[in-house]
């Protein structure tokens, strides 16, 4: 049996995102079967822009109601997709970005429970996580240690859980509320698209 290996470059916006990628790979891992790495860099989205060429490359970011910036991350995105060579986007150089919106919070909500209403702060999906994933009413989700419980609570099957809520999101939406940035059309919260880039993910190498 041949070796399935599969790299994507993912630049971050946190170490939520970081870690959770982390724990995807080890989830997706197969001994002599297959390998996919995340080589992942907490940083700003032109980081981009400036190397690992020979393969897939993702950013993943969030709305946090900053729009000017939201969506000058997706115009980036769209840009540097189109600048990409037709010959190496057959080759596995794609450009994707996988947002949450509001938050990553929201999409850690998904693994376990359906989400659709709209929220006015950053915070508003906290308690609701806590509560999910059993911690404490006063635990910091964004802390390393809380976060590496609330990812051993992940499985396989609640990733593909949260695929499918955001399509069903997606699917209740009004295509009169869109907004188009390029090629990318959103939505305001709650709205993703960091879940059609794992469906990619998953789907390569079987899972999905």
């Avoid at 970005?97 to 999409?107: C, E, I, K, M, R």
């Avoid at 996580?129 to 609330?150: E, F, H, P, T």
């Avoid at 593909?160 to 955001?166: E, H, M, N, T, Y």
């Amino acid at each position: 049996m041949k070796l399935y290996r599969k790299t994507y470059l993912c630049v971050c916006e946190g170490q939520q995102e970081e870690l959770y990628l982390k724990h995807l790979a080890s989830l997706l891992k197969r001994p002599r079967e297959r390998i996919i790495t995340f080589n992942t860099i907490i940083g700003q989205s032109t980081r981009l822009t400036k190397s690992y060429t020979e393969y897939d490359s993702v950013l993943l970011f969030d709305y946090d109601f900053d729009q000017k910036k939201f969506e000058d991350n997706i115009e980036l995105c769209h840009n540097l997709y189109k600048q990409t060579n037709p010959s190496k986007r057959k080759k596995g150089k794609h450009i994707y970005h996988a947002f949450s919106n509001v938050n990553f919070d929201l999409w850690l909500i998904l693994h376990k429970e359906d989400y659709y209403k709209p929220v006015t702060r950053n915070d508003a999906y906290i308690s609701d996580v806590r509560r999910i994933y059993n911690l404490g009413a006063k635990s910091n989700i964004k802390n390393r240690d809380i976060i590496g419980k609330i990812l051993s609570q992940i499985t396989l099957d609640s990733v593909r859980d949260a695929i499918l809520r955001a399509e069903k999101i997606r699917l209740g939406k009004l295509d009169s509320d869109s907004k188009k940035i390029g090629s990318c059309i959103y939505y305001s919260n709650p709205d993703f698209s960091i879940h059609n880039f794992l469906k990619i993910v998953l789907a390569d190498c079987g899972e999905m």
